[in-house]
């Protein structure tokens, strides 16, 4: 009979019993991530699990702790340089503010982490710049840490491996920021020359002057997929030019095709790749890290 | 001296200033241009070549924006390929080999922007060069005659000497760039152009420059033989050095600048 089930169907959710005996999904469920390949949402848990590639294969950005973790031996890690931290030469507007907004939210000092690390037992220099830290964009301070970590590359003829991810040279530091290019690219030649192994992982986004000097400057370049990797802005290239850019222009994927990468390594198998690298090319007299 | 730091801009970017040709025309003479990077092109914004300086040869390289409309775009306003950065490269090398000095003339707002340029790799060129300008095997001067526009200006500064013309400017991006990348608003451009302290001056007093060129009477011929006296002086000390020595206070030159602060 439909009348009496018209008269006692609910009208509201406190009919029901009220919104607490509803299923709460919304507080209970696991924070998640929405991939921006494959449009899926991925539990952060699943995320990090898998190293922050979401399953469809798509590489999130890492910050440095997180990259340690599945790179280096447990417990191998020696952080150097740690005490050079950024200070702000041309007193620059918002500068020395945004700094200390970003050492909190980072929870990192600088935007890159430098130290000696063992890698399957291969013993290594290892730098890994910080997305989080102003998306790793290189003012005296990193300049500063990268070179004396190829200078101490040096004294100990150890290989060096970087994780590159950088927005380019950091504006607030004016010239300080772009001579450190070419302070780099010195320290670099000079542990490059005296037959030491060093390999850049270009990882998204990998622009500007740190592309322009210590990034393209590997014996070994290898990239994760998808990552965008370029000079200019494609932004900015697009304004210029008036042209639509090429698909995959600037990514991982269109470096290869043109011949500035070596290859492109999943995040799953960098690590033993790393190491076989480190083994061919290890130093006579290299120490142990 | 109370002029604005986006005034200094407005004099280094004007079209009216003599441009790398004509410094090159001006300082040395039997210019002998050498085409080409071997590789792909050549670029037409970047010249090099045989020269003399004094009697002395030397291998000259210079950035050229170009006078007229037509020239400008010929030599895409002066802002280098990847292929302009690898011939300066060959010809550098070259040097190298047969032991000339090198001298480097550079007005660019940056190296050039787009699509083909990120194809034949912008960024691996200027990088190659900063790594092989630091152990080249003979002594290198740079002058900053105008725009030292960031990386591409860098990518023919990696020198023993860096001088700049007193209106030049020298800046790791500009301050166009800068205003809209901070405050979404490239009008601020003069505001920018004043902190990002890119004046020969400036740089003098952060020990990114040597010298700095007065520019009275600039472009007439007694303003180049002063500063072709003033090359042919430092290249005779520069060459009368032992080659160690020059790549170690080379290397030193740029090792030092910075401004960390250690906790």
């Given at each position: 009979?439909?009348?009496?089930?018209?008269?006692?169907?609910?009208?509201?959710?406190?009919?029901?019993?009220?919104?607490?005996?509803?299923?709460?999904?919304?507080?209970?469920?696991?924070?998640?991530?929405?991939?921006?390949?494959?449009?899926?949402?991925?539990?952060?848990?699943?995320?990090?699990?898998?190293?922050?590639?979401?399953?469809?294969?798509?590489?999130?950005?890492?910050?440095?702790?997180?990259?340690?973790?599945?790179?280096?031996?447990?417990?191998?890690?020696?952080?150097?340089?740690?005490?050079?931290?950024?200070?702000?030469?041309?007193?620059?507007?918002?500068?020395?503010?945004?700094?200390?907004?970003?050492?909190?939210?980072?929870?990192?000092?600088?935007?890159?982490?430098?130290?000696?690390?063992?890698?399957?037992?291969?013993?290594?220099?290892?730098?890994?710049?910080?997305?989080?830290?102003?998306?790793?964009?290189?003012?005296?301070?990193?300049?500063?840490?990268?070179?004396?970590?190829?200078?101490?590359?040096?004294?100990?003829?150890?290989?060096?491996?970087?994780?590159?991810?950088?927005?380019?040279?950091?504006?607030?530091?004016?010239?300080?920021?772009?001579?450190?290019?070419?302070?780099?690219?010195?320290?670099?030649?000079?542990?490059?020359?005296?037959?030491?192994?060093?390999?850049?992982?270009?990882?998204?986004?990998?622009?500007?002057?740190?592309?322009?000097?210590?990034?393209?400057?590997?014996?070994?370049?290898?990239?994760?997929?998808?990552?965008?990797?370029?000079?200019?802005?494609?932004?900015?290239?697009?304004?210029?030019?008036?042209?639509?850019?090429?698909?995959?222009?600037?990514?991982?994927?269109?470096?290869?095709?043109?011949?500035?990468?070596?290859?492109?390594?999943?995040?799953?198998?960098?690590?033993?790749?790393?190491?076989?690298?480190?083994?061919?090319?290890?130093?006579?007299?290299?120490?142990?890290? | 001296?109370?002029?604005?730091?986006?005034?200094?801009?407005?004099?280094?970017?004007?079209?009216?200033?003599?441009?790398?040709?004509?410094?090159?025309?001006?300082?040395?003479?039997?210019?002998?241009?050498?085409?080409?990077?071997?590789?792909?092109?050549?670029?037409?914004?970047?010249?090099?070549?045989?020269?003399?300086?004094?009697?002395?040869?030397?291998?000259?390289?210079?950035?050229?924006?170009?006078?007229?409309?037509?020239?400008?775009?010929?030599?895409?306003?002066?802002?280098?390929?990847?292929?302009?950065?690898?011939?300066?490269?060959?010809?550098?090398?070259?040097?190298?080999?047969?032991?000339?000095?090198?001298?480097?003339?550079?007005?660019?707002?940056?190296?050039?922007?787009?699509?083909?340029?990120?194809?034949?790799?912008?960024?691996?060129?200027?990088?190659?060069?900063?790594?092989?300008?630091?152990?080249?095997?003979?002594?290198?001067?740079?002058?900053?005659?105008?725009?030292?526009?960031?990386?591409?200006?860098?990518?023919?500064?990696?020198?023993?000497?860096?001088?700049?013309?007193?209106?030049?400017?020298?800046?790791?991006?500009?301050?166009?760039?800068?205003?809209?990348?901070?405050?979404?608003?490239?009008?601020?451009?003069?505001?920018?152009?004043?902190?990002?302290?890119?004046?020969?001056?400036?740089?003098?007093?952060?020990?990114?420059?040597?010298?700095?060129?007065?520019?009275?009477?600039?472009?007439?011929?007694?303003?180049?033989?002063s500063l072709r006296h003033e090359l042919s002086a430092e290249l005779a000390g520069l060459l009368a050095m032992d080659v160690q020595a020059l790549l170690e206070a080379r290397y030193q030159r740029f090792r030092r600048i910075g401004k960390e602060r250690e906790a």
């Amino acid at each position: 009979m439909p009348f009496p089930k018209f008269i006692f169907q609910p009208r509201n959710e406190l009919e029901q019993g009220g919104r607490s005996a509803a299923p709460v999904q919304s507080d209970e469920r696991e924070p998640e991530k929405t991939c921006p390949n494959c449009h899926k949402a991925v539990p952060l848990s699943r995320l990090w699990a898998n190293r922050n590639v979401c399953s469809c294969g798509y590489h999130f950005r890492m910050g440095v702790r997180a990259r340690l973790r599945y790179l280096a031996d447990k417990d191998s890690f020696t952080e150097l340089f740690g005490e050079v931290g950024s200070g702000d030469p041309l007193e620059f507007p918002g500068y020395a503010d945004k700094l200390e907004m970003t050492r909190t939210s980072s929870r990192e000092e600088e935007a890159v982490l430098c130290g000696t690390v063992r890698i399957e037992g291969q013993p290594c220099c290892l730098f890994l710049m910080e997305p989080y830290f102003m998306m790793g964009s290189m003012g005296s301070a990193v300049g500063e840490r990268i070179t004396r970590l190829f200078e101490y590359a040096l004294e100990h003829r150890l290989s060096v491996v970087g994780f590159t991810v950088s927005g380019g040279a950091r504006m607030q530091e004016g010239l300080y920021s772009l001579m450190q290019m070419a302070k780099t690219s010195g320290a670099v030649k000079r542990h490059s020359d005296a037959g030491l192994f060093y390999l850049t992982v270009l990882t998204d986004p990998t622009t500007g002057g740190v592309t322009a000097s210590f990034a393209m400057e590997g014996d070994i370049i290898l990239a994760e997929p998808g990552a965008t990797v370029g000079f200019a802005g494609a932004r900015v290239i697009e304004q210029t030019t008036r042209k639509a850019l090429p698909k995959g222009f600037q990514t991982a994927e269109f470096l290869l095709e043109h011949g500035f990468v070596d290859a492109i390594v999943p995040r799953s198998e960098q690590r033993a790749l790393i190491a076989r690298l480190l083994r061919v090319h290890a130093a006579e007299g290299g120490e142990d890290a | 001296m109370n002029r604005s730091a986006y005034e200094t801009v407005k004099l280094a970017r004007s079209n009216r200033r003599p441009t790398g040709l004509d410094f090159l025309h001006g300082v040395f003479t039997d210019f002998f241009e050498l085409h080409g990077d071997r590789r792909f092109g050549d670029d037409a914004s970047v010249v090099g070549g045989l020269a003399e300086l004094e009697g002395k040869n030397v291998t000259v390289i210079a950035i050229e924006k170009g006078h007229s409309i037509r020239e400008r775009m010929l030599r895409s306003f002066g802002a280098p390929q990847p292929e302009g950065y690898r011939k300066a490269l060959r010809l550098m090398k070259q040097a190298e080999k047969f032991h000339r000095p090198v001298i480097c003339l550079i007005d660019t707002s940056g190296a050039y922007c787009g699509i083909g340029a990120e194809e034949r790799g912008q960024g691996q060129a200027i990088a190659e060069n900063l790594m092989e300008m630091m152990t080249l095997r003979t002594p290198v001067i740079s002058l900053l005659i105008g725009e030292g526009g960031s990386g591409g200006a860098l990518a023919l500064a990696v020198a023993d000497r860096v001088w700049m013309l007193e209106d030049a400017i020298y800046s790791v991006i500009s301050p166009e760039g800068c205003a809209s990348i901070l405050w979404k608003d490239a009008k601020r451009a003069p505001e920018a152009a004043q902190q990002l302290k890119l004046t020969a001056q400036d740089a003098l007093a952060g020990g990114m420059i040597e010298r700095i060129i007065p520019e009275e009477g600039l472009g007439k011929p007694e303003f180049y033989e002063s500063l072709r006296h003033e090359l042919s002086a430092e290249l005779a000390g520069l060459l009368a050095m032992d080659v160690q020595a020059l790549l170690e206070a080379r290397y030193q030159r740029f090792r030092r600048i910075g401004k960390e602060r250690e906790a």
